[in-house]
């Protein structure tokens, strides 16, 4: 399979098959009806726990996945285990068409262990793409990490996010608070006092109100 491991990394050796395009028959020329399926599979057969699946898209909107798991008995049988996942918000526009996703266990379905195959069924309404499917994909088993593609150098140069404090360990005493908010409202009173004193004192001579003082509209 294509796409670097990368250090550190070791992806499932497995063998993805080339997209096959279903196609309707009938009149001159067969009709796309924008549906492709690509088949994986492991090495001699043998059964892997998957943990993580990454890939590059490459102009497919919608994915759904499924995998042969053992069934009763001794036999094999497909379960769905991701349906119309949105690779393109738009179909018709760029976005999404060349990113890299990875899709993860517990967004699965079903249970992602002892899985003989991969199933990736495509689709692509839109009919200004005449080519679509996925490419580098790549599958890790448990306790493996997936690389991180094509991200800003800046990216690497931000600091985390400030962690939020705890609360519990924050919030000052309420006794403590309630006693500060009374002394300052005290406070506010004696001076509320002395401003109301010194307003009344500029019209008061020795207990009594000068009347050449006092002034009338």
């Known amino acids: 399979m294509s796409g670097a ?5 070791s992806p499932l050796l497995c063998t993805p098959r080339p997209a096959v395009a279903l196609q309707l028959s009938g009149g001159a020329e067969a009709a796309r009806p924008g549906v492709a399926v690509i088949d994986l599979r492991f090495p001699r057969g043998a059964p892997a726990d998957v943990q993580e699946i ?5 102009y497919t909107a919608f994915l759904s996945v499924r995998v042969q798991r053992p069934g009763p008995s001794g036999s094999c049988r497909w379960v769905t285990c991701l349906k119309d996942h949105c690779l393109m918000p738009c179909p018709h526009t760029e976005e ?9 266990r517990h967004q699965m379905l079903c249970d992602m262990d002892q899985v003989m195959a991969v199933r990736f069924i495509l689709r692509q309404p839109s009919p200004v793409w005449l080519h679509f499917t996925i490419e580098e994909v790549q599958i890790f088993p448990p306790g493996q990490k997936s690389p991180q593609k094509d991200f800003p150098s800046w990216l690497s140069q931000l600091t985390p996010p400030e962690q939020p404090a705890s609360l519990h360990e924050e919030l ?18 004696v001076i509320r006092a002395r401003q109301t004193a010194a307003r009344i004192g ?10 050449n003082l006092l002034s009338y509209t």
């Open 5 to 9: 491991a990368g250090p550190g990394r």
């Open 54 to 58: 990454v890939f590059r898209n490459f």
């Open 96 to 104: 999404g068409s060349q990113d890299y996703f990875s899709l993860h």
């Open 172 to 189: 000052p005493d309420p006794e403590k608070v309630s006693t500060e908010v009374q002394q300052m409202w005290v406070l506010t009173e």
């Open 202 to 211: 500029r019209f008061d001579v020795d207990g009594c109100y000068d009347i």
